[in-house]
């Protein structure tokens, strides 16, 4: 029998070595003490594990983790940066995309297609063999050489085919972990731009301090009840799920991973929206609420298009709208593309990267400065009723400038969010090294949840307070605890209007 593909793009090979070592393993896991113990070379295959633990092999086949090699835009990325760096770029994206194949010296960043299966993506035995963390991104971790792999329980069973220990960077309860996982979800590139900052960002919220923090496996790894391996069925432990939903998906049809993001990206916002009728104006404020352990979006923010749609209507019809078909051009490719939208209040939320002489650039490897523009800021404080727990709330204004031409009687806001732009896809396209028919597999949501708000003077949950400003009573309403519009309007400006940091 062949194992089956876990995910679009990768195809765990049979092999016969494979083959041997699986049997040796299912001998093994839990069996008498003189079991004869793996080899490291055996422990790297993520086949192996799957002998013992097939629960977690499953979750983590399904993943982004495991699909970190094969997956198009990131072939693509490599394949054009090694080309534009004249090859300087090196092992530089593998580090991450395919770290046990750069510590075991078989790729040079450019040999995608020769390595061996179990050396792709982000393996079982680089995360549970970390030793240590040295620095804060760029994958610093160092790993056991001796087969020595860890976990989170201080209670290993007996008779395990690999030495198995306790680890703080393995146990998601302790910021430890937090370090092992942010390290590489943190990325500086090779002219010093700090182009993902997940992990710098969590370190500067609330959450990173103790003792009431939380690390990436509280949000990123759901828990459960069960048996950590088949072969000790009735040592129930707490389980974490190794299938890291986040933002971005395999590519293909129905990617298995698709519930679990979008339910995680349904809690992450929260939206007031307030009608001042003294400026005929709507004061829409949104919070990072459900991801306050980062920002929002976080990770490849660079890449990220995540942007608003608000339409306002009077007697059922449109007399404003913002973010949508109507007034950014056909769906999707328009609306992504702040520099080329006709749209002049699209609220994109992104970071724009410039290269040495102030331009903007798409590509993370041609950028020397960073300009956060107005990624939404994770948790400063754990109180509403502290006014710092404010300084996370970002307001804008629809119209951004003018008035609307009557006072609405329905408005209807949602929160979509594009994993990779359309400008940063069709840029691989056309220069030949994305195939066109992936950018439209790429992941696209609508955010449900606290970032879908439908505002009627009537609502239940609608209430009022007075304008600062003008002193207007305004009607609003909210989808969360925060009731605020205290937050001055920031600024979205398009990417060759924002300053280079």
Not at 259 to 284: G, I, S, V, Y
Not at 287 to 314: C, K, M, V
Request: hydrophobic fraction near 35%; charge should be negative.
């Amino acid at each position: 029998m062949r194992p089956t593909p876990g995910h679009t793009g990768v195809f765990m090979a049979w092999r016969p070595l494979v083959l041997l070592l699986a049997a040796g393993a299912a001998a093994g896991c839990g069996g008498s003490p003189d079991t004869a113990t793996l080899s490291p070379q055996a422990l790297m295959d993520p086949a192996v594990c799957q002998t013992c633990h097939p629960a977690q092999y499953q979750q983590w086949a399904q993943s982004m983790h495991a699909y970190a090699t094969d997956d198009p835009v990131f072939r693509a990325m490599n394949a054009r940066a090694q080309r534009e760096t004249n090859g300087a770029l090196g092992t530089f994206c593998l580090n991450c995309h395919a770290p046990v194949a750069v510590r075991t010296q078989m790729t040079d960043g450019t040999n995608l297609d020769a390595l061996p299966a179990s050396t792709k993506g982000v393996t079982c035995y680089f995360c549970h063999s970390v030793t240590d963390v040295t620095d804060t991104h760029n994958n610093p971790l160092t790993l056991a050489a001796d087969g020595h792999l860890f976990g989170p329980f201080s209670d290993p069973a007996p008779g395990s085919p690999h030495e198995v220990s306790y680890s703080r960077f393995l146990d998601g309860a302790t910021p430890e972990s937090a370090s092992a996982c942010g390290s590489c979800h943190d990325i500086v590139n090779l002219q010093g731009a700090h182009v993902e900052r997940t992990f710098a960002e969590w370190r500067a919220t609330t959450l990173s301090q103790l003792p009431n923090g939380e690390s990436c496996a509280q949000c990123h790894m759901s828990a459960s009840n069960g048996a950590a391996a088949s072969t000790t069925p009735g040592k129930i432990r707490r389980l974490h799920d190794h299938g890291f939903p986040a933002v971005d998906l395999p590519t293909g049809d129905a990617p298995p991973q698709r519930p679990a993001a979008q339910a995680l990206l349904d809690t992450a916002l929260q939206e007031t929206l307030c009608l001042n009728p003294a400026t005929r104006r709507l004061q829409l404020t949104i919070d990072n609420t459900g991801a306050s352990g980062h920002g929002w979006p976080s990770g490849a923010t660079p890449d990220r298009r995540a942007w608003i749609e608000l339409t306002a209507y009077q007697g059922g019809q449109v007399i404003y709208a913002s973010g949508n078909a109507q007034a950014a051009g056909p769906f999707p490719s328009a609306l992504p593309l702040e520099e080329s939208s006709p749209d002049p209040d699209l609220w994109l939320i992104r970071d724009c990267l410039y290269d040495g002489s102030g331009n903007p650039v798409t590509m993370f490897w041609q950028a020397q400065t960073l300009a956060r523009s107005n990624q939404l800021p994770g948790l400063l404080i754990q109180n509403v009723n502290d006014p710092t727990s404010y300084q996370t709330h970002f307001m804008h204004e629809f119209p951004s400038t003018g008035t609307l031409s009557a006072l609405p009687d329905h408005v209807t806001v949602q929160v979509h969010l594009q994993a990779i732009g359309d400008d940063v896809l069709n840029g691989l396209v056309a220069s030949g090294d994305l195939d066109p028919s992936v950018p439209a597999q790429i992941a696209r949501y609508t955010l449900g949840g606290g970032a879908a708000l439908d505002w009627t003077s009537s609502a239940a949950n609608a209430f009022q307070t007075t304008d600062a400003t003008t002193g207007a009573l305004m009607t609003c309403v909210a989808t969360g605890a925060y009731k605020s519009n205290t937050t001055p309007a920031v600024s979205h400006a398009r990417c060759a209007g924002l300053a280079a940091q």
